[in-house]
């Protein structure tokens, strides 16, 4: 009797469970951020800002990297977008001891842009084969005053990498998978200014002189002084004061004598 009521029991409890979970477990996997149709898989990765790899949004990115690197991104960013970067990064088990992995983004300023929600620094144990990382931006705005940090149009980088693990383990093989995702049409939400220009860092600043541009303005230089220099002698405030004193002592002189000498007599 005691028996049939406790299997009575745990088949109530198992066909009670599904609605006892929380909603958030019942959650449809394909509201996930998805890759776009037809994307072409990126797998290289940037070591700095200035060689971020350049991806879209919806474009997955699948890479073979080390414990230790620091891996950049970028991608482009329209005003009324909310861009949302997830990334997973796999290692192999029984590691030394635990890691903590972080996701920042950063505008076309290089200011770190602050996530509204996901995991941005998760730590794992050491026995963990796997790690989730999340960044929701808040929405690109079309315009902002300059000393706020607010999101801008522009080239937005991501950066990924480990901020705390133990020595022995650098080094180790890693899997990333990274993806953003863009909600909104871009189109620019009610505002009352628009940015002039995208915020886009300027990575060709100047060119490389060779040896025979910076020969030239010496060389120009050299004619336009038509040896003047070997002739005169550098002028400094030594010899402009010795050339005042003398003048002022010439004329002092005259001046005394005009008034000390005696009138002569007829």
């Known amino acids: 009797m005691r028996t049939a009521l406790i299997r009575s029991l745990a088949a109530l409890v198992a066909a009670a469970g599904p609605a006892l979970l929380p909603t958030a477990a019942l959650a449809d996997p394909s509201a996930a951020p998805t890759p776009s149709p037809g994307a072409t898989t990126v797998t290289r990765a940037g070591t700095s800002f200035l060689t971020a790899t350049a991806i879209t949004?919806?474009?997955?990115?699948?890479?073979?990297?080390?414990?230790?690197?620091?891996l950049y991104w970028s991608y482009p960013a329209t005003a009324g977008q909310v861009h949302d970067i997830t990334a997973a990064v796999a290692f192999p088990r029984n590691r030394s001891g635990a890691a903590t992995w972080t996701l920042d983004v950063f505008d076309g300023l290089r200011r770190r842009q602050a996530c509204t929600a996901g995991a941005q620094t998760p730590t794992v144990d050491a026995t963990a084969a796997r790690?989730?990382?999340?960044?929701?931006?808040?929405?690109?705005?079309p315009w902002a005053e300059p000393w706020s940090a607010d999101p801008l149009p522009g080239t937005y980088f991501v950066r990924l990498s480990v901020v705390d693990v133990p020595e022995p383990d650098?080094?180790?093989?890693?899997?990333?998978?990274?993806?953003?995702?863009?909600?909104?049409?871009?189109?620019?939400?009610?505002?009352?200014?628009?940015?002039?220009?995208?915020?886009v860092p300027n990575t060709q600043a100047g060119a490389v002189l060779t040896d025979d541009a910076l020969a030239a303005p010496a060389?120009?230089?050299?004619?336009?002084?038509?040896?003047?220099?070997?002739?005169?002698?550098?002028?400094?405030?030594?010899?402009i004061w010795t050339t005042a004193g003398g003048i002022l002592a010439a004329?002092?002189?005259?001046v005394g004598f005009a008034l000390t000498r005696r009138p002569r007599r007829g």
């Open 57 to 70: 949004a919806g474009q997955p990115v699948r890479v073979a990297a080390s414990t230790g690197d620091h």
């Open 131 to 141: 790690v989730a990382l999340g960044c929701t931006l808040r929405e690109v705005r």
């Open 170 to 199: 650098l080094g180790a093989p890693i899997e990333v998978e990274l993806l953003v995702s863009a909600d909104g049409d871009g189109g620019a939400p009610a505002d009352d200014g628009e940015l002039a220009a995208p915020l």
């Open 219 to 239: 060389d120009d230089a050299a004619e336009e002084s038509g040896g003047l220099d070997e002739l005169l002698p550098a002028l400094g405030s030594r010899w």
């Open 251 to 254: 004329v002092a002189g005259v």
